[in-house]
C-alpha cells in the first residue's frame, strides 16, 4: 500500500464536508493507497471539525489511514504530498474587497511559509479559498522554496460549469464538450473562452452558432454562476466546488486525454503576454505525475483580446493591493 498525506484546510466547513469523504475513500487515489488527511482549522471550529473526523472514522474507508487535525499550520503541512487550501476569511458586510484581501493575505502568508517550512519535497498545492488567484499569489512569494509550477488556483469549477452550459446548449452530453479554458482570475472577470471550445471534436462556435447568445448569455452566465447558486441555495456552491478541486487533483495523478485540456490558474512565465509571475488562469495539460504544461499557441479574437485584457487588469490591481505582503 502507498501512502499520500493530503492537507486540506477550512476542513469544518461546507466545501471541504463535500470533499473530505470522497478524498477518504479511494476514489482519488485508488484503491491502493491509504489517504492520510491534515485537517486544519482555526481554534473556535475544531470541536466542528471533531464531528467531521467522526463522520470520517464511521464511513470505515479502508483507504482511510489517519486524521491529523490542529489549529497550526506547521503541524498541518508537515510532509504533505498535497495542499488543498480552501479555508479562507468570508467577506463580511461593510467589508471593502481591500479589507477582505487584506485579511486573507494574512492567512496565505503563513501557509506559504509553513508548506515550504514542512511540507513534501514533491508537494502540489491547490488554493480554493478566495480570492484564490490572489491568495495563492500570496502563499507562492512567502513559499518559494517550492518550485513555482506546483503552486495552482482553482478555476476547474468555472470550466466543468462552462462545459455543462455549452453541452445543454448543443443538446449533446458533457463528455463531448472539450478545449474549455478558463482565462484570468476566478472572479466575475474571467474569460470562458468558448472560441477555442470544441463540440464533437469541432468549433464550439460551428455546433452553437448563435455568437450573440455565447457573448452575452454564456459569458456573463458563467462568469456570475456562483451568486446565482447562492440566490437559489441561500448558501455558496459546497458539492461542485468540492468536484471541481477533486477533478483538479484527479487530474494531476492522471494523464490529460490528448486532444483536451484542463484549466488551473497557475504561475505565469508570460504566456499569452501575462506578465511572469501573475497568477492566470490558463489552459493546461498534465502528464499524470504532478506536472502541468500551459497549453500554447491558441488565439483570440477581438472580444476574447478584451476580455483576457478586463481580468488581467482586475488580477493587477488585486496584486497592487497586497503588494507588502509579496517579499520580492
Ligand atoms: P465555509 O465558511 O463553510 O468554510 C470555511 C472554513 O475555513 C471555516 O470552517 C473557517 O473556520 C475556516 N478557516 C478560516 N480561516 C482559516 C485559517 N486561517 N485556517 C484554516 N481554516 C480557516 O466556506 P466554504 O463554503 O467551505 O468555502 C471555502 C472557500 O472556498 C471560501 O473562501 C469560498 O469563497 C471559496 N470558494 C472557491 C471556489 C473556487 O472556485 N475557487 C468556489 C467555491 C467556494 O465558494
Not at 161 to 184: F, P
Not at 189 to 199: G, L, S, V, Y
Not at 230 to 238: C, E, L, V, Y
Not at 278 to 295: A, H, K, R, W
Request: with cysteine; glycine share 10%.
Amino acid at each position: 500500500m502507498k501512502t499520500v498525506r493530503v492537507a486540506v484546510t477550512g476542513a469544518a466547513g461546507q466545501v471541504a464536508y463535500a470533499m473530505l469523504g470522497r478524498l477518504a475513500s479511494g476514489e482519488i487515489f485508488g484503491p491502493d493507497t491509504k489517504v492520510i488527511l491534515h485537517l486544519l482549522e482555526i481554534t473556535p471550529a475544531l470541536p466542528a471539525l471533531e464531528g467531521t473526523a467522526m463522520e470520517l472514522d464511521d464511513c470505515g474507508f479502508p483507504t482511510l489511514g489517519g486524521i491529523v487535525m490542529t489549529d497550526d499550520p506547521m503541524k498541518a503541512m508537515d510532509g504533505v504530498n498535497f495542499a488543498l487550501l480552501v479555508g479562507a476569511f468570508p467577506r463580511k458586510a461593510g467589508m471593502e474587497r481591500k479589507d477582505l484581501l487584506e485579511k486573507n493575505a494574512e492567512i496565505f502568508v503563513g501557509q506559504g511559509k509553513a508548506l515550504a517550512a514542512k511540507a513534501a519535497s514533491d508537494v502540489r498545492i491547490l488554493v480554493v479559498g478566495n480570492p484564490c488567484n490572489t491568495n495563492c499569489l500570496i502563499a507562492y512569494s512567502n513559499g518559494r522554496d517550492i518550485p513555482a509550477e506546483r503552486w495552482t488556483a482553482m478555476t476547474r469549477l468555472d470550466h466543468n460549469r462552462a462545459r455543462s452550459a455549452l453541452a445543454k446548449k448543443a443538446g449533446v452530453g458533457n463528455e463531448a464538450v472539450t478545449c474549455v479554458t478558463i482565462w484570468g482570475n476566478h472572479s466575475n472577470t474571467q474569460f470562458p473562452d468558448f472560441t477555442n471550445a470544441k463540440i464533437n471534436g469541432k468549433p464550439a462556435t460551428d455546433a452553437i452558432t448563435d455568437r450573440a447568445w455565447l457573448e452575452t448569455e454564456f459569458v456573463p452566465m458563467i462568469q456570475t454562476r456562483g451568486a446565482a447558486v447562492i440566490k437559489a441555495r441561500g448558501a455558496s456552491s459546497a458539492m461542485s466546488a468540492a468536484n471541481g478541486a477533486l477533478d483538479h487533483v484527479k487530474s494531476l495523478v492522471t494523464p490529460t486525454p490528448a486532444g483536451d485540456w484542463i484549466s488551473a490558474a497557475t504561475i505565469s512565465k508570460g504566456e499569452y503576454g501575462i506578465p511572469a509571475g501573475m497568477v492566470f488562469g490558463y489552459p493546461c495539460t498534465s502528464d499524470g505525475q504532478g506536472n502541468l504544461t500551459i497549453v500554447e499557441g491558441l488565439s483570440h479574437d477581438e472580444f476574447g483580446k478584451a476580455k483576457l485584457a478586463a481580468t488581467l487588469k482586475e488580477l493587477q490591481e488585486e496584486r497592487e493591493a497586497v503588494k507588502p505582503m509579496l517579499p520580492e
